[in-house]
């Protein structure tokens, strides 16, 4: 079974909606992530976690809320999404406790809002 | 601040050519490096990394060296596959609290080889 596991791996919805994306992970890290990808930019920070109660803004935080219900769960929502959020959103965690950040990735929720 | 350049793709070669994807970075303190792999329709998952200067990462035939007096971590393979298509990120992460500990990514490298 995948470490860290995306519900849905796909979505299309409409501009104005509220869309909730989740992310779950069996690894026992403290820290989770979401990013988002476009072509061309690479993988942008939106919010991170470095645990249940320690929640930050990333790089591209607006017009996205996150919510960490437990060490295991982490989830990024879109109050009203727009055409621009289209893109490709990544979970990842990571433990730090080797001096080094290395992150594990879920495989991502293709999310397309018209 | 910190940061990450690697070189612009979309990189095409054809099989058992020699690959050399460039990745150079600006950092405080002495950040770990990481070089990323995503294949078509997957998440990104660890090629290699090195965590000080002169080492060497290396896995599944791919090779980068910490370089401290070049600042650069450049990705290497002798003899690619059809199999190596994917989107290569070279990445860093500086030591430290709080986001100081965060991965920066640069742009990302498409590959595409050719049997």
């Known amino acids: 079974d995948a470490d860290v596991t995306q519900t849905p791996r796909n979505r299309i919805t409409k501009t104005g909606k509220r869309i909730m994306l989740e992310c779950s992970q069996t690894k026992g890290h403290d820290r989770m992530y979401w990013y988002r990808q476009d072509p061309g930019l690479g993988l942008r920070l939106i919010y991170y976690?470095?645990?249940?109660?320690?929640?930050n803004k990333g790089e591209i935080s607006d017009g996205y809320s996150v919510s960490r219900q437990a060490q295991a769960k982490f989830s990024l929502s879109l109050e009203s999404a727009i055409p621009n959020q289209t893109a490709l959103y990544f979970c990842?965690?990571?433990?730090?406790?080797?001096?080094?950040?290395?992150?594990?990735f879920g495989p991502g929720t293709r999310l397309t809002v018209l | 601040g910190n940061s990450v350049t690697q070189m612009e793709g979309p990189v095409t070669l054809s099989e058992e050519a020699f690959l050399t994807i460039n990745c150079t970075y600006t950092a405080t303190g002495y950040p770990s490096l990481f070089w990323y792999v995503q294949y078509p329709g997957e998440g990104l998952q660890l090629l290699l990394k090195?965590?000080?200067?002169?080492d060497k990462g290396s896995n599944k035939g791919f090779e980068a060296t910490y370089r401290k007096e070049t600042t650069s971590f450049h990705l290497e393979k002798g003899s690619v596959q059809v199999s190596d298509s994917a989107v290569y990120f070279c990445?860093?992460?500086?030591?430290?609290?709080?986001?100081?500990?965060?991965?920066?990514f640069g742009k990302g490298t498409k590959l595409s080889v050719k049997p």
């Open positions: 990842a965690t990571s433990d730090f406790i080797r001096g080094y950040n290395e992150q594990f």
């Open positions: 090195a965590t000080k200067a002169d």
């Open positions: 990445a860093l992460s500086v030591p430290g609290g709080g986001s100081q500990g965060n991965l920066i």
């Open positions: 976690s470095f645990d249940v109660k320690d929640i």
